[in-house]
C-alpha cells in the first residue's frame, strides 16, 4: 500500500514480509530456519526496505527479521548484543503484544532466560491477555484428569469468553471421556454444549467405532443421525466461521465432503442395524458428494445387494473399478456378480482383464501428464546404523524416496500404511524405500528417530538429512513428500501428503512403479 506521495505506508513492507512467512506456514512451507535461499533473500529485503522508512517499526517485526538474519548465516554472537541494547532502549513499558514479539526475539536467539522474563512479564502485566490465556489452554491440555480438565475448561470459557477454540477443546475431553468409559459424564457435558462442528465430529466418531466395533447401533444411530443432519444443515446454511486464509470455493468443498462421511457413516450403521432401505437413501447422498473414499464406497456396494438392486450394483462397481476406487472386496463382489449371470469362469477372466485394462489405459494417461523427466539430486546421508548410504547405491532399482520428520503428524500416521508398503515390496530386489528424516534439531533428531522405529518395529531404511540440505536439494514443502526415482536416477513422480490406508498406497504405488518401467 502506498499514501497519495507513492510513498509505501508504515508496515506495507514489513507486513508482506510476515505474510509471506505466515501462509508459507499455513500451506504447509518451510519456515525461515529453513527456507530455501530465494525465500529468505526475499522477507530479508522486504524487512530492511520497512526499517529503513519507518526505522521505529522494528520491534513490531523484530522476532522475524533475526530468524532471517540467523538462517543467512549471521552469528548469534553478533546479533545477541543487538537485540538487547533494542531492549535496553524498549524499556518494559510495553503493549502485551510487543512484550511477547521481545520474548520471541530471544526465543530466536536462544536466550531462554530473557525470553521467559518477558513472557512472565506479559503474564503479570496483563492476566486477561494472550499469554495468559496461551498459558491457561496448555494447562487445559497436560491435564491428564478428566474431571479435574473438566473444570480447568469452565474456567478457561469464563476468563477468555473470546476464545474461539474452546469447542474443539470440548470435543478432546469428550473423546477421551468415550475412551474412558465414561458415558454419563460424556452425555451430561454434551447435552450443555452447543451442537455444533465440533460436537458433530465427536458424535460421526464415536457412531463409526461402535459400528466397526458391533456394539450399541441404537446409541451409534442415534449419534450418526444428529451428526448428518448438522452437517447435511451445514453445506447450504453454515454455522460455523470461515477461515479467513481458506477460499470460499475449499470452504463449501470441506463443508460437503464433511456431510459425506457423516451420511455415510449413518447409512453405515443402519446397515449394520438391518435397515437396508434408509441405509440406501443417505449412502445415495453421500456418494453424491463423495466417491473417493474406500470403505465409504464398500458399504455403498454391499447395501445395494442387500437391496437386491443388482443391475446397479454391478454398474457402480464397473464404474469403480475403472476409476481405481475399488477395494479388494469389491472386486471379489463384482466378480461374484458376474459369475452368477454368466456362469462362465473363462467369460468372467476375460471381463476381469478388459476392466482392468481400461483402467490401467486411463490412469497411465494421466500419468503421462503428470511424469517429471529431471535427474534425481544425488545425496549421501548416514542411516540409523552411522554408515553412509549413497543415492547411486541403488542406480539399477526404483527408490521411493520420503521426506518425513518426527513431529509432524501426517507423517506419522501414514507410517502404518507405509509399512505395509514395504513389506508388500520386499520380494522385489528392483525396488528400494528411503525414509529421510528432515527439519529435526540434529542433537536429538537420532534418538527421537530410534525411538519411533523401535515403538512401533517399523522396518523402514531411515536416513538423517541433519543440515536440511537434501529436502532443500529436492524443494520440499511440505510434509511428508514421496519421490518416485527411476532406475536410471531420473526422478519422475512427486506426491505430497499422507495416505493412511494401506491397501490404495499400495495400489498407487503398483501403479506408479509398473507406469515407470513402461517409459523408455
Same mark, same amino acid.
Given at each position: 500500500?502506498?499514501?497519495?506521495?507513492?510513498?509505501?505506508?508504515?508496515?506495507?513492507?514489513?507486513?508482506?514480509?510476515?505474510?509471506?512467512?505466515?501462509?508459507?506456514?499455513?500451506?504447509?512451507?518451510?519456515?525461515?530456519?529453513?527456507?530455501?535461499?530465494?525465500?529468505?533473500?526475499?522477507?530479508?529485503?522486504?524487512?530492511?526496505?520497512?526499517?529503513?522508512?519507518?526505522?521505529?517499526?522494528?520491534?513490531?517485526?523484530?522476532?522475524?527479521?533475526?530468524?532471517?538474519?540467523?538462517?543467512?548465516?549471521?552469528?548469534?554472537?553478533?546479533?545477541?548484543?543487538?537485540?538487547?541494547?533494542?531492549?535496553?532502549?524498549?524499556?518494559?513499558?510495553?503493549?502485551?503484544?510487543?512484550?511477547?514479539?521481545?520474548?520471541?526475539?530471544?526465543?530466536?536467539?536462544?536466550?531462554?532466560?530473557?525470553?521467559?522474563?518477558?513472557?512472565?512479564?506479559?503474564?503479570?502485566?496483563?492476566?486477561?491477555?494472550?499469554?495468559?490465556?496461551?498459558?491457561?489452554?496448555?494447562?487445559?491440555?497436560?491435564?491428564?484428569?478428566?474431571?479435574?480438565?473438566?473444570?480447568?475448561?469452565?474456567?478457561?470459557?469464563?476468563?477468555?469468553?473470546?476464545?474461539?477454540?474452546?469447542?474443539?477443546?470440548?470435543?478432546?475431553?469428550?473423546?477421551?471421556?468415550?475412551?474412558?468409559?465414561?458415558?454419563?459424564?460424556?452425555?451430561?457435558?454434551?447435552?450443555?454444549?452447543?451442537?455444533?462442528?465440533?460436537?458433530?465430529?465427536?458424535?460421526?466418531?464415536? /457412531?463409526?467405532? =461402535?459400528? $466397526? #466395533? *458391533?456394539?450399541?447401533? %441404537?446409541?451409534? +444411530?442415534? @449419534?450418526?443421525?444428529?451428526? !448428518?443432519?448438522?452437517?447435511?444443515?451445514?453445506?447450504?446454511?453454515?454455522?460455523?466461521?470461515?477461515?479467513?486464509?481458506?477460499?470460499?470455493?475449499?470452504?463449501?468443498?470441506?463443508?460437503?465432503?464433511?456431510?459425506?462421511?457423516?451420511?455415510?457413516?449413518? /447409512?453405515?450403521? =443402519?446397515? $449394520? #442395524? *438391518?435397515?437396508?432401505? %434408509?441405509?440406501? +437413501?443417505? @449412502?445415495?447422498?453421500?456418494? !453424491?458428494?463423495?466417491?473417493?473414499?474406500?470403505?465409504?464406497?464398500?458399504?455403498?456396494?454391499?447395501?445395494?445387494?442387500?437391496?437386491?438392486?443388482?443391475?446397479?450394483?454391478?454398474?457402480?462397481?464397473?464404474?469403480?473399478?475403472?476409476?481405481?476406487?475399488?477395494?479388494?472386496?469389491?472386486?471379489? #463382489?463384482?466378480?461374484?456378480?458376474?459369475?452368477?449371470?454368466?456362469?462362465?469362469?473363462?467369460?468372467?477372466?476375460?471381463?476381469?482383464?478388459?476392466?482392468?485394462?481400461?483402467?490401467?489405459?486411463?490412469?497411465?494417461?494421466?500419468?503421462?501428464?503428470?511424469?517429471?523427466?529431471?535427474?534425481?539430486?544425488?545425496?549421501?546421508?548416514?542411516?540409523?546404523?552411522?554408515?553412509?548410504?549413497?543415492?547411486?547405491?541403488?542406480?539399477?532399482?526404483?527408490?521411493?524416496?520420503?521426506?518425513?520428520?518426527?513431529?509432524?503428524?501426517?507423517?506419522?500416521?501414514?507410517?502404518?500404511?507405509?509399512?505395509?508398503?514395504?513389506?508388500?515390496?520386499?520380494?522385489?530386489?528392483?525396488?528400494?524405500?528411503?525414509?529421510?528424516?528432515?527439519?529435526?534439531?540434529?542433537?536429538?533428531?537420532?534418538?527421537?528417530?530410534?525411538?519411533?522405529?523401535?515403538?512401533?518395529?517399523?522396518?523402514?531404511?531411515?536416513?538423517?538429512?541433519?543440515?536440511?540440505?537434501?529436502?532443500?536439494?529436492?524443494?520440499?514443502?511440505?510434509?511428508?513428500?514421496?519421490?518416485?526415482?527411476?532406475?536410471?536416477?531420473?526422478?519422475?513422480?512427486?506426491?505430497?501428503?499422507?495416505?493412511?490406508?494401506?491397501?490404495?498406497?499400495?495400489?498407487?504405488?503398483?501403479?506408479?512403479?509398473?507406469?515407470?518401467?513402461?517409459?523408455?
Amino acid at each position: 500500500l502506498y499514501d497519495k506521495g507513492g510513498k509505501p505506508v508504515s508496515g506495507a513492507h514489513g507486513s508482506l514480509a510476515a505474510g509471506l512467512h505466515s501462509w508459507a506456514g499455513i500451506l504447509g512451507l518451510e519456515p525461515p530456519e529453513n527456507a530455501q535461499k530465494s525465500r529468505r533473500d526475499l522477507l530479508m529485503r522486504f524487512l530492511e526496505q520497512e526499517f529503513a522508512a519507518y526505522p521505529k517499526n522494528k520491534p513490531k517485526f523484530a522476532s522475524l527479521h533475526y530468524a532471517v538474519a540467523k538462517a543467512s548465516g549471521q552469528s548469534l554472537a553478533k546479533l545477541r548484543p543487538e537485540a538487547n541494547r533494542m531492549a535496553q532502549k524498549l524499556g518494559t513499558d510495553l503493549p502485551e503484544k510487543e512484550l511477547l514479539e521481545m520474548g520471541s526475539v530471544f526465543d530466536v536467539l536462544q536466550d531462554e532466560t530473557k525470553s521467559q522474563y518477558y513472557r512472565h512479564l506479559a503474564l503479570k502485566k496483563f492476566p486477561k491477555g494472550e499469554q495468559a490465556q496461551q498459558v491457561n489452554m496448555e494447562a487445559v491440555y497436560a491435564e491428564p484428569d478428566l474431571t479435574k480438565r473438566e473444570i480447568s475448561l469452565e474456567h478457561l470459557q469464563a476468563d477468555f469468553p473470546d476464545y474461539e477454540g474452546i469447542d474443539w477443546r470440548y470435543y478432546d475431553l469428550l473423546m477421551d471421556l468415550y475412551k474412558a468409559g465414561r458415558w454419563a459424564d460424556f452425555r451430561r457435558i454434551a447435552a450443555r454444549r452447543p451442537f455444533d462442528q465440533a460436537l458433530s465430529s465427536a458424535y460421526q466418531e464415536i /457412531a463409526l467405532e =461402535l459400528a $466397526k #466395533q *458391533g456394539r450399541d447401533f %441404537e446409541t451409534a +444411530a442415534e @449419534m450418526a443421525r444428529q451428526a !448428518a443432519e448438522y452437517d447435511k444443515g451445514n453445506v447450504t446454511n453454515p454455522r460455523d466461521r470461515k477461515s479467513p486464509y481458506m477460499p470460499a470455493r475449499e470452504w463449501a468443498e470441506e463443508r460437503q465432503l464433511t456431510y459425506a462421511f457423516s451420511a455415510g457413516t449413518y /447409512a453405515w450403521v =443402519l446397515y $449394520k #442395524q *438391518g435397515k437396508y432401505a %434408509e441405509a440406501s +437413501a443417505w @449412502m445415495g447422498e453421500s456418494m !453424491a458428494l463423495n466417491r473417493n473414499h474406500l470403505e465409504m464406497n464398500e458399504v455403498y456396494a454391499q447395501i445395494l445387494e442387500k437391496n437386491g438392486q443388482n443391475v446397479l450394483l454391478r454398474s457402480e462397481l464397473e464404474r469403480f473399478l475403472k476409476a481405481g476406487k475399488s477395494t479388494k472386496a469389491m472386486r471379489q #463382489q463384482l466378480a461374484a456378480l458376474y459369475a452368477r449371470e454368466k456362469g462362465s469362469p473363462d467369460s468372467l477372466s476375460v471381463y476381469e482383464t478388459d476392466l482392468e485394462k481400461k483402467h490401467r489405459e486411463t490412469k497411465y494417461a494421466a500419468l503421462r501428464k503428470q511424469m517429471r523427466n529431471e535427474p534425481a539430486p544425488a545425496f549421501t546421508l548416514m542411516n540409523l546404523e552411522g554408515k553412509p548410504v549413497s543415492l547411486f547405491d541403488y542406480r539399477g532399482k526404483t527408490v521411493i524416496v520420503d521426506f518425513w520428520a518426527t513431529w509432524c503428524g501426517p507423517c506419522v500416521e501414514s507410517f502404518p500404511a507405509m509399512q505395509q508398503a514395504v513389506n508388500h515390496f520386499k520380494n522385489r530386489s528392483d525396488v528400494q524405500f528411503l525414509f529421510i528424516s528432515t527439519r529435526e534439531d540434529p542433537k536429538t533428531q537420532k534418538q527421537k528417530v530410534n525411538k519411533l522405529m523401535d515403538e512401533h518395529k517399523y522396518t523402514f531404511t531411515v536416513l538423517l538429512d541433519s543440515n536440511n540440505k537434501v529436502g532443500e536439494a529436492y524443494q520440499v514443502n511440505a510434509y511428508p513428500t514421496q519421490f518416485l526415482i527411476d532406475k536410471n536416477g531420473t526422478l519422475r513422480f512427486k506426491n505430497e501428503g499422507a495416505h493412511t490406508e494401506a491397501e490404495p498406497t499400495i495400489g498407487e504405488l503398483t501403479t506408479l512403479i509398473e507406469f515407470m518401467e513402461t517409459v523408455r
